[in-house]
């Protein structure tokens, strides 16, 4: 988690983490209960670009939570060669099927 997640992390009482990245997912959930306590967050493993799995991970949050309030997307790639992926995680996520 970069240090401005942080600071933004801080004023949201309970957080569901989305990612495509089991470890890095669990990582940062240790990481959350470490600094927030336990019970503070759950983890989704939710590819952003699936359409499936991003309705699911409101449908857990919802469950969970009640409702959401704030989605901060930071789901993100680096990689020119695969431009159309980059821009399909970076920009477009998944607003429709
Ligand atoms: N770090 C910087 O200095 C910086 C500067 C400007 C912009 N950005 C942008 O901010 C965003 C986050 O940057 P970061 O440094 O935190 O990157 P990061 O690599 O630490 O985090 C990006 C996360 O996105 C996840 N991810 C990748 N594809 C996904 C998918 N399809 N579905 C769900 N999760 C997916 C990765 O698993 C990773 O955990 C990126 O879009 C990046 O381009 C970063």
Redesign the pocket.
């Known amino acids: ?2 240090r401005s ?1 942080r600071s933004t992390l801080r004023s949201i009482q309970h957080k569901i983490l ?4 089991p470890e ?2 669990a990582k ?1 959930l240790q990481e959350i209960e470490k600094e927030f306590g336990p019970n503070k967050a759950i983890f989704s493993h ?5 359409y499936n ?1 991003f309705e699911d991970a409101f449908k857990k949050a919802v469950e969970k939570y009640k409702n959401v309030d704030i989605l901060i997307n ?5 990689n020119d060669a695969i431009w159309q ?1 980059q821009i ?3 920009v477009v ?1 998944k607003p429709s099927s």
């Not at 989305?18 to 990245?21: E, H």
């Not at 930071?74 to 680096?78: Q, R, S, T, V």
């Open positions: 988690m970069r997640s989305a990612d495509v990245n890095l997912g940062a939710t590819d952003v670009t699936d799995q930071n789901a993100g790639i680096l992926k399909a995680i970076n996520t």
